[in-house]
């Protein structure tokens, strides 16, 4: 072999094992959450209003990822709060997020934007529907010191066989299974659902996806900076259904009772322990009430009267027998302000909402 | 070029460098299949396969009509007897069985469900294809018996011409879609010019353009029909070029050297350079580059100069990098394909930036375009040497920028170019003496040549606003909030 041929040879023999060692090394020592916490977001451009949540990256200048310290870290809530600023986190679904609603609309914009100082509202809000994803998040947002937590929750979050089924909730199971055996939750730690990565998973190349996240979060924040674009629009949506089947049942549960054990009820206890000193509010955040077909057997597309009414009383009960503040504002937003589902609100509903909730954290919020 | 077809490539071109003797069946068997394999996924049923087929087609008739031996030159329409070669199609018929058994073998992929590896999609039924290959034969035979006519190379400039204006303009491309369409049995409704992205067209026709007008003018090599459809359909270069000579491609493909290590070397970091440039930095900045959406969205100046200086690196990097890989593959399989970039961004003049910027396009419209026609500005009337050299720029540049689609904005592009590079040469003739006397300054001389080439590259890269938006209302938005004007 020439001697230029030993060259080849070793160079490439090199590369091959200082990349199997350092792929290793990245297996063993898991610096995705330390990666994740690097960011440009609050140092070179602002931090997002709300979380990153993108179903079409390359015109939402955003994108969905599972790191939750890269999540947080791109938000506003990480850069340093202002000099006497009273912290509210607002905790949700998607409708607490915003979905069809640009940055300055959401109900945490609004707010701040109504100059109430020195409250500040933080949106950490995340679309799909499970309070466990609610807990991950309020885990996450307990470390930047909020001063109260606002829970925006609804039914169609409770359902205990739901809980897993959010993606954020299965591509971070170590944390759920901490929560789980923490606070002692009724869903399964063993279960399938949740994703547990193997040692390949977890070199550089099982993780090439999520690094390749991780600086597309980066680079998005750009776009984000020179835009304020966080979600695109599309042209035409469909407004809720109004007329309804007539289908009595609520997730295979049927009348009359709703019972309370099929509820993970014992999650929002677990965020008023995880919360500790500081005060959490649950709400249950509006529905679209219909009026059309069926409307006498079901509020909207999700819920049926029977289920949706038992709900509201169960919910009520368990904050008051925990002293926990329960705002009911299930109908304080009218049907022609929701948006593409029983949960969305359009501006208008929004600011319904935003005003409402405004008006209590002032009064009952104990803001300095 | 995926990443997985530059893996295959590389496996196939340092096969054939080591095998020498296999290396002129490997390379027209590798770029044969190269045009099915890279062949987009169109929504026009079995399209996909009919236009890489059709790029097989239209080199085989190019070749019967340009390099077939005259058998009688004694005609009065014949060019002078050296400008023919000693070829016929019976020499050939090794090379038309290998293409009609390479034709027929991937239609049959359908039938053993492994098209999937191959085509974007199922190819048609045997008979269809059967049909296609007999009508494409009868007309390879027609223009074998019609090719000593003086007609037949224009007709074929022209029938070349008229596909690439069909394909690069949005409403022609449109009509022929709904025709496909319909004959394929399709919605019409749904026609749209991304129907037809015919892989490597505008290269293949770069190179047919360039064998038919040098048959014109007597100036091509002997060549016989497996080394024309090599020289044609070369895998490396079909998709992005560089844009060969035939005389230069030549004598790479009958030599018979094997790869050496030194060889393999330079083709590997080519490749490797290649790959970081298109796949790391072009990739990472295509989504902070300028587009049609961030252009409405953005009110900055600042912000849009951050985008439009994102879109500048982005082409350059993207597209150097695409020829960076062409270059390492035909080094490994041994061929010394040209350059296409030189540092394009960092000449200090307009002109220069065009004598590294893409260079085998530059090369060949100075070729076939700007020389005939400023000799045809020149010959008659002696027009004044300042005219000869505006019209010749901005009618070359402006179809550079048609080259790219057929649309307002393209056409701005090259007026853009064309006035720039008018500017700059009489600049250069007004300034020459003054620049002369800054050799004895070397500090001025730094100064100005850095001043230059800043203005330059700022130049281009305003360009890029014509280049990268689809309209001329948004590329006036982005020139006016690029300075600080509302728009």
Known sequence: ?368 | MTFVNILGFAMISLLAGVWPRARGGLTLLASLLALYWMQPALSIRYLDFWLPTASIGISACVWVITFRRKENSNSAEQPPKEFFHRIDLRGNFGTVLILLGMILAVALLRYLNLAAYLTPSTPPELGPVIAGLLILSILVAGLSAVSKRRWTAPLAILVILGIFAVLKTDALAQAAASILRRTAGQSTALASAMDIRWLGFSYLAFRQLHVLRDRMTGRLPECTLREFMTYSVFFPAIASGPIDRIERFLPDLRSQTSLSAESLWNGGERIIAGIFKKFVIADTLAIVALSAASAAQIHSALWMWFVLYAYAFRIYFDFSGSIDIALGLGRWMGFALPENFNRPYLQSNLTAFWNSWHMTLAQWFRSYFFNPLTRALRSPRKAPVWIVILVGQLATMVLIGLWHGVTWNFALWGLWHGVGLFVHNRWSEWSRGRVAELESRPVLKKAYTALATFATFQFVVLGWVWFALPSLDSSGRVFLRLFGFSG
Not at chain 1, 6 to 18: D, E, G, P
Not at chain 1, 44 to 49: A, C, S
Not at chain 1, 163 to 184: C, E, F, H, K, T
Not at chain 1, 219 to 235: C, E, I, K, N
């Open chain 1, 1 to 368: 072999m020439s001697e230029t041929g030993r060259l080849i040879r070793n160079v490439l023999l090199k590369a091959l094992l200082l990349f199997l060692a350092v792929s290793g090394l990245f297996a063993l020592v898991h610096p995705m959450a330390a990666l994740g916490r690097l960011s440009i977001y609050n140092e070179l451009v602002p931090g997002r209003e709300r979380l990153p949540y993108g179903e079409h990256p390359q015109s939402d200048y955003n994108l969905s990822l599972f790191n939750l310290d890269a999540m947080l870290a791109s938000h506003e809530i990480a850069a340093p709060p202002a000099p006497g600023e009273f912290r509210v986190a607002l905790i949700g679904d998607s409708s607490t997020w915003g979905y069809l609603l640009p940055p300055d609309q959401t109900m945490a914009a609004l707010i701040n934007r109504s100059g109430a100082e020195p409250l500040r509202v933080y949106n950490l809000g995340y679309p799909t529907l499970s309070v466990t994803k609610d807990l991950l998040m309020m885990q996450s947002a307990l470390r930047y010191q909020p001063d109260l937590i606002v829970w925006l929750v609804t039914l169609e979050s409770l359902p205990q066989e739901k809980q897993l089924d959010s993606p954020i909730v299965q591509n971070n199971a170590d944390a759920v299974r901490g929560l789980i055996a923490r606070y002692g939750l009724r869903s399964n730690a063993a279960d399938p659902r949740l994703i547990t990565p193997t040692f390949w998973d977890q070199t550089i190349p099982g993780q090439r996806r999520d690094l390749a996240d991780l600086v597309r979060l980066q680079l998005y924040g750009f776009l984000w900076a020179a835009t304020g674009v966080d979600q695109s629009f599309p042209a035409h949506y469909d407004p809720p259904q109004k007329d309804l089947d007539p289908d009595v049942s609520f997730h295979g549960r049927m009348p009359p009772t709703l019972s309370p054990d099929s509820l993970a009820l014992d999650v929002l206890n677990a965020g008023r322990e995880m919360a500790g000193n500081v005060p959490v509010w649950i709400v249950n955040e509006p529905i679209y009430v219909s009026t059309g077909r069926s409307s006498d057997i079901r509020y909207n597309f999700f819920y049926p009267r029977w289920a949706y009414d038992q709900y509201r009383q169960i919910l009520d009960a368990w904050c008051r027998d925990h002293g926990v503040p329960y705002l009911d504002a299930w109908d304080a937003v009218p049907a022609e302000d929701f948006s593409n589902s029983a949960i969305h609100r359009t501006p208008q509903g929004e600011a319904l909402l935003a005003g409402w909730l405004e008006a209590a954290i002032l009064k009952d919020g104990n803001v300095r």
